[in-house]
């Protein structure tokens, strides 16, 4: 049985996952695991790539507005990366928005007048939305309002997400990426006890309290999937810890994906493991 208030539209068309993220590599720790675990169960995934990261680092690990960064290559070489990370992922369609790479909080990047956070909302929601349009995914997953850790690009990729779906109608659930406070405690604590002391400390409120945590989706099968298209993004490894954890510490990470449901059209329970319950 649904609740489904668009009868005839959600049920009938093929099954399909839409995900929204910011940058090339976003894709990989927060959802590489549903969207290899979809597109292996037969439902089309779609990922929307809104910036082409030319904030990140450029040969060498040189940083953006240090001499030698070319940002032109940096993006040419970050969706090389992108392309081969979808393939270990096994997506099926990758569609890039094209914006300008607005670099993290306070870097010079913010002020550039085509980065992807200064674009205004409704106009890159119109382009999200001709995506939802063409594809009609009943389950699309982006970032919460803080974009999970305040990263501009992030957070204008929730809003436009947000707004294309209100002004579409498409999607039947919609999810915030959650990065869940107690699963974050014990890995560090894992570290800790493996002598890989974490270079910051964590604050009490870091991450997403579990009671807000409505879904939990064991990708296990998936852990190499997501290991190697994150390998596939080396020119950005020095910002990815991940890559430097121990097998089983990077096991524990990457065994199962967490969200926030904020939304559903289909009858499907509080607690759920398959961001397509009620769905099929
Ligand atoms: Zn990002």
Same mark, same amino acid.
């Not at 707004?163 to 039947?172: L, R, S, V």
């Not at 959650?178 to 270079?199: K, L, T, W």
């Given at each position: 049985?649904?609740?489904?208030?668009? %009868?005839?539209?959600?049920?009938d068309?093929?099954?399909?996952?839409?995900?929204?993220?910011?940058?090339?590599?976003d894709?990989?720790?927060?959802?590489?695991?549903?969207?290899?675990?979809?597109?292996?169960?037969?439902?089309?995934?779609?990922l929307?790539?809104?910036?082409n990261?030319?904030?990140?680092?450029?040969?060498?690990?040189?940083?953006?507005?240090?001499?030698?960064?070319?940002?032109?290559?940096?993006?040419?070489?970050?969706?090389?990366?992108?392309?081969?990370?979808?393939?270990?992922?096994?997506?099926?369609?990758?569609?890039?928005?094209?914006?300008?790479?607005?670099?993290?909080?306070?870097?010079?990047?913010?002020?550039?007048?085509?980065?992807?956070? =200064?674009?205004?909302?409704?106009?890159?929601?119109a382009r999200?939305?001709?995506?939802?349009?063409?594809?009609r995914?009943?389950?699309?997953?982006?970032?919460?309002?803080?974009? =999970?850790?305040?990263?501009?690009?992030?957070?204008?990729?929730?809003?436009?997400?947000?707004?294309?779906?209100?002004?579409?109608?498409?999607?039947?659930k919609?999810y915030?990426?959650?990065? %869940?406070?107690?699963?974050?405690?014990?890995?560090?604590?894992?570290?800790?006890?493996?002598g890989?002391?974490?270079?910051?400390?964590?604050?009490?409120?870091?991450?997403?309290?579990?009671?807000?945590i409505?879904?939990?989706?064991?990708?296990?099968?998936?852990?190499? =999937?997501?290991?190697?298209?994150?390998?596939?993004?080396?020119?950005q490894?020095? =910002?990815i810890?991940?890559?430097?954890?121990? %097998?089983?510490?990077?096991?524990?990470?990457?065994?199962?994906?967490?969200?926030?449901?904020?939304?559903?059209?289909?009858?499907?329970?509080?607690?759920?493991?398959?961001?397509?319950?009620?769905?099929?």
């Amino acid at each position: 049985m649904t609740v489904n208030d668009t %009868p005839g539209d959600g049920m009938d068309r093929e099954l399909t996952l839409m995900a929204v993220h910011a940058h090339p590599d976003d894709e990989v720790i927060g959802t590489g695991g549903i969207l290899a675990k979809y597109t292996a169960e037969g439902i089309r995934t779609v990922l929307v790539t809104c910036t082409n990261g030319e904030q990140g680092d450029g040969p060498g690990g040189v940083k953006p507005g240090e001499p030698g960064h070319d940002d032109a290559a940096v993006a040419e070489r970050r969706l090389a990366e992108l392309r081969e990370s979808v393939a270990h992922l096994g997506i099926d369609h990758v569609e890039l928005l094209g914006y300008r790479d607005s670099g993290m909080d306070g870097w010079d990047g913010n002020g550039h007048a085509d980065a992807f956070a =200064n674009v205004p909302v409704e106009t890159a929601a119109a382009r999200l939305a001709e995506l939802m349009e063409r594809y009609r995914p009943q389950v699309i997953v982006t970032y919460d309002e803080n974009g =999970n850790y305040g990263h501009p690009d992030h957070i204008q990729a929730h809003r436009i997400a947000v707004a294309a779906a209100e002004k579409t109608g498409i999607p039947d659930k919609f999810y915030y990426t959650a990065v %869940p406070r107690e699963a974050i405690r014990q890995m560090f604590e894992f570290m800790r006890a493996n002598g890989m002391a974490p270079d910051f400390e964590l604050p009490d409120d870091f991450g997403t309290p579990d009671e807000l945590i409505s879904s939990v989706v064991d990708v296990s099968p998936y852990v190499e =999937n997501k290991l190697k298209a994150l390998q596939a993004h080396a020119s950005q490894g020095e =910002n990815i810890p991940f890559l430097r954890m121990p %097998p089983e510490a990077q096991h524990q990470a990457f065994s199962r994906e967490y969200f926030i449901r904020t939304t559903s059209r289909v009858a499907a329970p509080d607690q759920e493991d398959d961001l397509f319950a009620g769905l099929r």
